[in-house]
């Protein structure tokens, strides 16, 4: 379901369809030149709930919508359209959602470990994007056998990050505490690896990728869970599955 504004004075906002009620608060803001707080003080809605529902993370009910709306003059209509057309814009030729951040961190960590022989595979949210899923900031996730981590954590200290067991403290690594299966993160200021310790290294298909935001851009060769055993993995999340199935119906199609 889209819901789309059918009255009101804000031209370019009226004359437009939304997907999420986080679009429509933003279009909503930038109209009017709006910050959060101010926004707020007009509609009399707290700037937390304001913050939770501009991010996604909490949905406002169709009353509270209407609320909103009718302090700028506007009003909700709804419409209906495939349940795939959202997924095809998102899809659409040339979109590169990667941030730079997430390029930051492979840059960091995990090219300089695949130059340096070490054994793994990236999968998750991050191997779905360099396969064509457009994610922005995806997750990074990699599978490691436990009789390379100590490679692995050479690198990763010569990168000055940081490596623990997830959810736990960091650096110094303590190897008796390890076992397969263990979850490990390496932390850095522009983001963070999920690390699985495994007994073999699950099936790959290699790609090139070319580095980002550095001055050789030679590609690299990425060891890479197929797209097409991610939506099954469940390391992706809703919107990512979803796409990568699109995107695997498209090319089978």
Request: charged share 20%; hydrophobic share 45%.
């Amino acid at each position: 379901m889209r819901s789309g504004i059918v009255s009101g004075m804000a031209h370019r906002i009226q004359d437009r369809t939304y997907r999420s009620t986080a679009e429509l608060m933003r279009a909503i803001r930038d109209e009017h030149l709006l910050t959060q707080d101010e926004l707020a003080g007009r509609t009399g809605l707290s700037r937390s709930q304001l913050c939770r529902w501009e991010k996604g993370a909490r949905e406002p009910t169709l009353e509270m919508v209407r609320r909103l709306l009718g302090e700028f003059g506007l009003a909700v209509t709804f419409g209906v359209e495939p349940s795939t057309a959202a997924l095809d814009e998102r899809l659409a030729p040339g979109v590169d959602a990667i941030g730079l951040d997430t390029w930051l961190m492979a840059n960091r960590v995990l090219w300089p470990a695949l130059l340096a022989g070490v054994p793994m595979v990236i999968g998750g949210e991050f191997a779905a994007a360099l396969q064509g899923v457009p994610l922005e900031d995806p997750e990074m996730v990699l599978h490691l056998r436990l009789t390379d981590l100590t490679a692995f954590h050479r690198v990763v200290h010569t990168a000055r990050c940081s490596m623990g067991v997830l959810g736990s403290s960091l650096d110094p690594l303590e190897p008796e505490d390890i076992t397969v299966g263990s979850e490990l993160a390496v932390v850095a200021m522009v983001g963070t690896i999920r690390v699985l310790l495994v007994d073999e290294l699950p099936v790959a298909r290699v790609i090139s990728v070319e580095r980002q935001f550095v001055e050789d851009k030679t590609p690299i060769d990425v060891p890479v869970v197929p797209l097409v055993t991610l939506p099954e993995s469940g390391m992706l999340g809703t919107l990512a599955a979803a796409l990568a199935q699109r995107l695997l119906a498209r090319a089978t199609g």
